[in-house]
């Protein structure tokens, strides 16, 4: 590795918590869960728990590579560690595809938000969505740019603000549901045409292909998929493993707690969304106006309550952008203290003690996707690429020998399966495109390595 720097470990318990928290309650939660419904009608909730497990495995897998193998770069470094070079590098090619777009989707949903909260946004409102979008992404970018520290207590706030926002609107939808509209959570299972659950309308409409409206088993599987998206900001915490205090004690620990708060966050939206709404109504008012549970607190009759859930929202995104920011620019960290990105990447400024040349980057990356100005491909793209990732990470935490393992092998095995079904219940066209540019990494790679060698 080069040796342009050392991180700090500035990061403990609480902190860890507070970073995957800000990496998981974003997009996910204000954007996807509601194409999630469009797609899985009422089964959306066990879609969002199917989803939990399968990232629990992936969670607990990361963990454990973690704090055996405590440094920056995440499944990046696992895969080189104890699969193998190729493995490494496509995980880390990977990552930086995914949560690239990821980062874009989360910096127009935060335009996106700002906009309806302001009462400019519309059908006419792209061009400024677009250019708010891509202004969020340089302004995260310069503030994660001043270290780990600033970025840590940045975040705590941002997470108080969101938490308070989505409890406020799952408390005041509770009463509203039970029990006056628990029809809307019949039948379970969408039946393949719109007028149950919405399934092939929305599924269709967030260009997700025709999972959703063959109805049943597929419909709840295509959700789980986009779902799982939504679960992954645990990654952060492992990817930060330089940066923790305490690893093998901290990291497992963060990582559990952190997934048991999302998914009873995520289950409780998802039975207040489906339950106010309808899953049909939920799901298309996140295809039209990528706010739905704005929508969900104007159904409720509280135009403080749509507000404050607007609020909760960009402070979210914001959130995600920080988070994702941080996890990209430390896997390119590593990938340039390997050799595959160009070696002033691995520079660590140390009076910031930041991979300061890394950050901007990934920033730079992140605003041309959000250049596009097209949420639904973004987050499509995300959960093939980002199952692919995690697949490997599980196979890498097959590979751990018995004095470094922490779970039962059952668990990573579970995990890679799951992933690797998953991934190809979005549509056909999503992975043969994921699939052709990892292809495309790897043979770049390897023209690169054989140019270095000869």
């Not at 405590?70 to 895969?79: A, D, K, L, M």
């Amino acid at each position: 590795m080069d040796g342009g720097g050392a991180l700090r470990r500035e990061v403990g318990l609480p902190g860890a918590v507070l970073l995957g928290l800000g990496a998981m309650v974003g997009t996910g939660v204000f954007v996807s869960i509601g194409l999630a419904a469009g797609v899985a009608g009422p089964a959306l909730l066990a879609a969002t728990l199917l989803a939990a497990l399968v990232a629990t495995a992936n969670g607990l897998s990361s963990a454990q590579l973690a704090a055996a193998h405590p440094v920056s770069g995440g499944t990046y470094e696992y895969g080189y560690r104890w699969l193998s070079p190729a493995f490494g590098f496509a995980a880390g090619w990977l990552f930086l595809l995914a949560k690239s777009a990821s980062a874009a989707t989360a910096a127009m949903g935060l335009a996106g938000y700002l906009l309806e909260l302001l009462g400019l946004g519309g059908d006419g409102a792209r061009v400024p969505r677009t250019a708010i979008g891509i202004a969020a992404a340089l302004g995260i970018t310069a503030f994660v740019a001043g270290g780990i520290r600033r970025s840590n207590r940045g975040n705590a706030v941002i997470v108080t603000v969101t938490l308070a926002g989505l409890a406020a609107l799952v408390v005041t939808a509770i009463p509203a549901i039970v029990p006056e509209r628990l029809a809307n959570f019949t039948p379970f299972l969408p039946r393949g045409s719109a007028g149950e659950g919405g399934a092939a309308e929305d599924g269709a409409a967030v260009g997700m292909g025709d999972a959703g409206a063959a109805g049943g088993v597929g419909a709840l599987l295509h959700g789980a998929a986009l779902m799982f998206v939504a679960f992954t900001g645990y990654g952060r915490i492992a990817t930060l493993g330089e940066e923790v205090r305490d690893p093998e004690r901290v990291i497992p620990r963060a990582v559990i707690l952190t997934m048991a708060i999302v998914t009873a966050l995520y289950l409780g939206v998802g039975f207040a969304g489906v339950g106010v709404l309808g899953a049909a109504a939920f799901g298309d008012a996140a295809e039209r106006t990528a706010a739905p549970l704005e929508a969900v607190a104007v159904a409720l009759g509280s135009p403080a309550l749509a507000g404050l859930v607007s609020v909760a929202a960009v402070t979210a995104m914001a959130g995600v952008l920080l988070n994702l920011v941080l996890g990209l620019s430390r896997v390119l960290l590593a990938m340039a203290r390997r050799g595959d990105a160009p070696a002033y990447l691995s520079r660590i400024d140390e009076a910031r003690a930041s991979p300061v040349a890394s950050v901007w980057t990934c920033g730079a990356l992140v605003a041309a996707v959000a250049l596009t100005g097209n949420v639904r491909i973004a987050w499509s793209f995300s959960a093939f690429t980002v199952l692919v990732y995690y697949a490997i990470t599980n196979l890498a935490a097959l590979r751990l020998p018995a004095e470094q393992r922490r779970f039962p092998r059952w668990i990573p095995a579970a995990g890679l399966v799951g992933c690797l079904t998953l991934a190809f219940w979005v549509e056909p066209g999503v992975w043969l495109a994921g699939s052709a540019l990892l292809a495309l990494g790897l043979g770049v790679r390897a023209v690169v390595r054989r140019g270095r060698a000869g």
